[in-house]
């Protein structure tokens, strides 16, 4: 028996992300801008298929279409338990942002080389979400520049570690 006053699991906390898929190789590939949270469109069985953890984000990205954001290559395997009404993987689906935030995105993207990928996947409060970047692509040379500034931070911690525990 739980004790009184005793903080339930994360994932049922009001609130609570439950992470479905992320895009870890988004932040190596683009300097993220800007994020935006967007529900997302799906039928049925897409949810059920989430809801078992499936999905890819590797391929995905945002596109601003007639004043609509789509987003193009997210990849929901089909629902195992499904029958003929079962979802196409790879469809379109369409994101639901507010109408300023849309016209503030074409705005951006129209601006600069920037480019809408999506970060992660997740359930908040029942409802599936999309955390959405603006992100502009880095080169092969900011890269090179981003792995050898986190080498060097994880040297120098492993040598402040070394000379805590020599103090001793």
């Known amino acids: 028996m739980a004790k009184?006053?005793?903080?339930?699991?994360?994932?049922?906390?009001?609130?609570?992300?439950?992470?479905?898929?992320?895009?870890?190789?988004?932040r190596h590939?683009?300097?993220?801008?800007?994020?935006y949270e967007a529900g997302i469109a799906l039928v049925g069985?897409?949810?059920?298929?989430?809801?078992?953890?499936?999905?890819?984000l590797t391929d995905a990205f945002a596109t601003v279409d007639d004043?609509?954001?789509?987003?193009?290559?997210?990849h929901i395997p089909e629902y195992h338990h499904g029958t003929w009404?079962?979802?196409?993987?790879?469809?379109?689906?369409?994101?639901?942002?507010?109408?300023?935030q849309i016209d503030q995105l074409v705005?951006?993207?129209?601006?600069?080389?920037?480019?809408?990928?999506?970060l992660?996947?997740?359930?908040t409060e029942g409802k599936v979400k999309v955390e959405l970047a603006l992100a502009r692509g880095k080169q092969a040379r900011d890269k090179r520049h981003d792995l050898?500034?986190?080498?060097?931070?994880?040297?120098?911690?492993r040598e402040l570690g070394r000379r805590a525990k020599g103090m001793r």
């Open 4 to 26: 009184k006053g005793a903080k339930r699991a994360d994932a049922t906390r009001p609130g609570a992300k439950q992470v479905i898929a992320t895009n870890r190789k988004a």
């Open 29 to 35: 590939d683009y300097t993220i801008l800007d994020t």
């Open 45 to 56: 069985t897409e949810v059920k298929s989430l809801r078992a953890g499936q999905a890819s």
């Open 67 to 74: 004043g609509e954001v789509w987003l193009r290559n997210l």
């Open 85 to 100: 009404t079962n979802h196409a993987p790879r469809r379109n689906r369409k994101l639901l942002l507010h109408r300023r």
């Open 107 to 118: 705005g951006k993207i129209r601006d600069g080389n920037l480019t809408l990928v999506p």
């Open 120 to 123: 992660s996947l997740y359930f």
């Open 148 to 157: 050898a500034k986190r080498d060097a931070e994880r040297e120098m911690i």
